[in-house]
């Protein structure tokens, strides 16, 4: 029988999440996860919203979550998009701006899903490929830019961790498109409030957005934001879900945005643990990018990435193994473009300590490449 698919979908792979195992037992490390438990005020309004009127439908705008995300970053509330977790937000701007003849442009190696995205719209798309440092050729990537409809940049980038400049980022913005800066790991960076960026001359084409997955460890609620200037933010509710966000979700939002002490707290936390996990990496012979994210990307000159993982994972220490073949621009040390390592999240001391205390048994046993 004659697929009754959208040729599109039919030849779609489709985006595989990280591995969720549902038994107790694991140090789980592999889709960063914020180790540390949500604001108080969070559950209080969960708790308070549980009571409510869940008989009606809750408010299209988020408005009151508007005014707090307002609140945080110094913008007016209709500067402010809800959506239901980050990756909504990615979906309403591939849907608010790109048609099949527009080309999607985003860094390879980045979050997969940007690719995604773009094959179910069924646009053109590009992947701008990345130094072996994780920098950009410009030069390189100008005609791709140049002709792109909707460019997403994830900065602090996954799987590396590590950020680009305001400069850089003002010279990647299309001339003719949009600039979406996802900045789901933001708050861990040291700038961790892009607004200058909406602010400057090319503001009317950049969209930041936010996710509470991470720094307010929220991924089981999902819920995600973006900020732009209102007339981007007016064109995108056109196309978003009538009521994208549930009454319950909307509130524990507004709460955690709400408690910004007890977010610090955890980001600070995970910072210092952060420093204490890439020194031991290295000193285990690992190559680590500097990160400004809640994980870190390691490489190791010698053992096979993908056994470490295997091993590790027989073991209930859970990370995640990715490769990207002929993903980054050959150099010394990817001399055929080939690239794979290990993304590991930052989770409590205790956990990374027991990741460190196995993964020093693995490597002693593990065959060389």
């Not at 009151?64 to 110094?74: E, R, S």
């Not at 050729?137 to 602090?156: C, G, M, T, V």
């Not at 930052?346 to 048994?361: A, F, N, P």
Request: proline share 7%; aromatic share 8%.
């Amino acid at each position: 029988m004659t697929s009754l698919f959208r040729p599109d979908v039919e030849a779609l792979a489709g985006y595989t999440p990280g591995e969720q195992p549902q038994e107790s037992g694991w140090v789980k490390l592999n889709t960063n996860e914020n180790p540390y438990p949500p604001s108080p005020q969070v559950v209080a309004a969960i708790k308070q919203a549980l009571e409510g009127r869940l008989n009606v439908y809750p408010d299209p705008l988020g408005r009151k979550f508007c005014q707090a995300a307002a609140d945080v970053y110094g913008v007016d509330p209709d500067w402010i998009l809800p959506a239901n977790g980050s990756d909504e937000n990615l979906t309403i701007l591939v849907r608010a701006f790109a048609d099949k003849n527009d080309l999607i442009a985003y860094p390879y190696p980045s979050y997969v899903l940007y690719e995604t995205l773009a094959e179910i719209q069924g646009t053109r798309r590009a992947r701008l490929q990345l130094n072996g440092d994780w920098s950009w050729d410009l030069q390189r990537n100008r005609p791709l830019i140049e002709q792109a409809k909707l460019l997403f940049l994830p900065n602090p980038n996954s799987p590396s961790g590590n950020s680009w400049s305001l400069d850089c980022i003002q010279k990647l913005v299309p001339p003719n498109g949009v600039l979406v800066h996802d900045e789901a790991y933001g708050d861990f960076a040291a700038n961790p409030h892009r607004m200058e960026l909406l602010r400057s001359e090319v503001g009317s084409q950049v969209v930041v957005t936010k996710t509470l997955s991470k720094s307010y460890s929220l991924a089981g609620l999902r819920f995600g934001f973006c900020i732009a200037q209102p007339d981007m933010i007016r064109g995108m509710r056109k196309v978003k879900d009538s009521y994208n966000c549930d009454m319950i979700a909307l509130a524990a939002a507004e709460a955690a945005l709400l408690d910004q002490d007890w977010m610090l707290a955890n980001r600070n936390k995970i910072l210092n643990t952060r420093a204490q996990l890439a020194s031991e990496l290295s000193e285990s012979g690992f190559d680590v990018v500097p990160s400004d994210a809640n994980f870190v990307w390691a490489t190791h000159p010698v053992l096979k990435h993908q056994t470490i993982y295997e091993e590790l994972k027989a073991r209930k220490v859970l990370i995640r193994f990715m490769q990207f073949p002929g993903g980054i621009e050959p150099c010394d040390r990817y001399p055929d473009g080939k690239l794979d390592g290990l993304r590991i999240t930052v989770g409590t001391d205790e956990e990374i300590q027991s990741l460190l205390k196995t993964l020093r048994v693995v490597i002693e046993d593990s065959p060389s490449t």
